[in-house]
């Protein structure tokens, strides 16, 4: 079909810009009716109207033609352009870039896209993107090339500005003294900073990506992913906006109490969680131990009482009891009871003193000590003991003098080797070693025993508190006050494997 039609209301200067002619076939065709002349026009139109520069050169570099867009981008009419080498526009060190995109161009190779930079007429510098393809006449000769050239100068500062905003927001995050861990809806770790890897002993390369309850342990592993799909079923808060306390998992298994608080962002439209996560390791370690000393100080008040007020007595009745068994006739069986009188009262007399020596704030008279010699002094005492005549102390290391309340440390030391005396059953190997390193004197008494439970472990300091048929619970927490009123430290460590060694670090000064 083609003219006017009837009816139709349109003239010849009105004629549709496409018409429609409907094929045998079914599927239509449609055709441009218009001359060459109105098309050469049409294309003029669009290429004038458009905001990019668009700009025909020879296979030499001659600009053809140079558009309005052209104009507005780099300042140059076409007159002040049309005839010069495009090099002109071209940074020195862009040179090379445009020899290599004319070879293309000779190839038959279009370039899309791509970024570089060019002049302005007032010497600023663009960023633009272009697209260059060849230009070919009816045979296929290829005759130059039309470049459409887009500046994207504001949108590089953009980005750039957006990679430095980046950059800085990462910069503190990673240098942040607490954990960081972002999540997305479905519990997902998308960010772990370098104090997460610190405090949790995972590269940010092994969590990101899982599930964020791999940190936690049981039970909150396992409830952690319903606590996230009823908050997106119902919206209601119940950890996000405030801070509370939690344990977290490290990847040796080991947990540890950390303070947690939880902040909600949409990021096109999806929410993510930031979790900050500070480490309470040392503050629940010293409100421990300020209840500890609490509790001993009590503790030990009212044993000095108990003690002192039960102590004189016994003295009484044991000298009492002991009269009446001395008037008895030999072979009576009244002196088998009696004798068993007197070593009861003995075994609460020790206990006796264990609490007063317990209850007594330690205050070390320091003298110059010989370690090495006061070891030996210990280790030749015990052997004395028959028990114990299976039993081998091996004492080696270096001679260091330091000062300290001697009498203290022989009870130190001496508990400890009965501990082990009696973990190994009175026989076998006892190695002492002393070293000296940054200004500590360091003590190790190992044992080849059967080793201390991990429950047990954790008890060993604790008052009263002893796995020996007969003891008073009050021989380690008594040796570690008097290893801490030195400004040292006592701990014990006991392997899987088997044995246990108890090491005693003291500061090396003198008196």
């Not at 290429?47 to 570099?61: F, M, N, T």
């Not at 020596?357 to 030996?376: G, H, N, T, Y």
Request: charged share 25%.
């Amino acid at each position: 079909m083609s003219g006017d039609t009837p009816g139709s209301g349109l003239t010849a200067s009105r004629r549709p810009f496409w018409t429609t002619i409907e094929s045998p076939d079914g599927p239509t065709m449609q055709t441009s009716p218009f001359n060459p002349d109105d098309n050469r026009r049409i294309l003029a139109a669009i290429i004038e109207s458009s905001d990019d520069a668009i700009i025909a050169k020879d296979l030499d570099g001659i600009i053809l033609s140079w558009n309005r867009g052209a104009e507005r981008m780099y300042g140059y009419s076409a007159s002040e352009a049309i005839g010069r080498p495009i090099s002109f526009l071209i940074p020195g060190d862009q040179r090379h870039e445009f020899d290599e995109i004319l070879k293309r161009i000779r190839g038959d190779q279009p370039v899309a896209l791509h970024e570089t930079r060019r002049l302005t007429k007032d010497g600023r510098e663009l960023d633009i993107s272009l697209t260059v393809s060849p230009i070919k006449n009816s045979a296929g000769q290829i005759l130059g090339a039309s470049t459409i050239e887009r500046d994207i100068t504001e949108q590089k500062r953009v980005e750039e500005a957006l990679r430095g905003s980046e950059a800085r927001w990462r910069a503190i995050v990673e240098s942040a003294v607490d954990g960081i861990v972002v999540i997305d809806a479905r519990g997902h770790v998308e960010a772990f900073n370098r104090a997460a890897e610190r405090l949790f002993g995972y590269a940010a390369h092994e969590v990101i990506g899982r599930n964020v309850n791999v940190l936690m342990p049981a039970p909150y592993h396992d409830e952690h992913d319903g606590y996230l799909a009823r908050y997106r079923a119902t919206g209601v808060q119940k950890i996000i906006g405030i801070g509370r306390e939690v344990t977290g998992l490290r990847k040796d298994g080991s947990a540890f109490p950390l303070h947690l608080s939880v902040g909600e962002v949409l990021i096109e439209g999806e929410s993510k969680f930031t979790g900050i996560l500070h480490d309470l390791t040392e503050r629940v370690q010293l409100e421990t131990q300020l209840r500890e000393q609490s509790a001993l100080t009590r503790l030990g008040e009212m044993a000095a009482v108990v003690a002192h007020e039960v102590k004189n007595p016994l003295t009484g009745i044991r000298g009492a009891i002991q009269v009446i068994g001395g008037r008895l006739p030999a072979g009576s069986k009244d002196v088998q009871i009696i004798g068993d009188i007197v070593a009861r009262i003995d075994a609460l007399n020790d206990l006796m003193k264990d609490l007063l020596l317990f209850a007594r704030p330690p205050q070390p008279r320091e003298a110059s000590v010989d370690v090495l010699s006061l070891l030996k002094n210990v280790r030749d005492l015990l052997r004395q003991d028959p028990a114990l005549r299976a039993l081998r102390i091996d004492v080696t290391g270096d001679a260091t003098v330091l000062g300290a309340d001697a009498e203290l440390l022989k009870i130190v030391v001496q508990n400890l080797l009965l501990n082990g005396a009696h973990a190994m059953q009175g026989q076998g190997l006892i190695q002492v070693v002393v070293t000296s390193v940054d200004g500590l004197c360091q003590i190790a008494i190992a044992d080849e025993g059967p080793g201390i439970s991990r429950e047990v472990l954790d008890k060993l300091f604790t008052p009263f508190f002893t796995t020996k048929a007969r003891g008073t619970g009050l021989g380690l927490s008594t040796a570690r006050r008097f290893v801490e009123a030195h400004g040292g430290t006592l701990a014990i460590e006991s392997p899987a494997t088997g044995g246990t060694t108890a090491t005693i670090r003291l500061p090396v000064r003198l008196p």
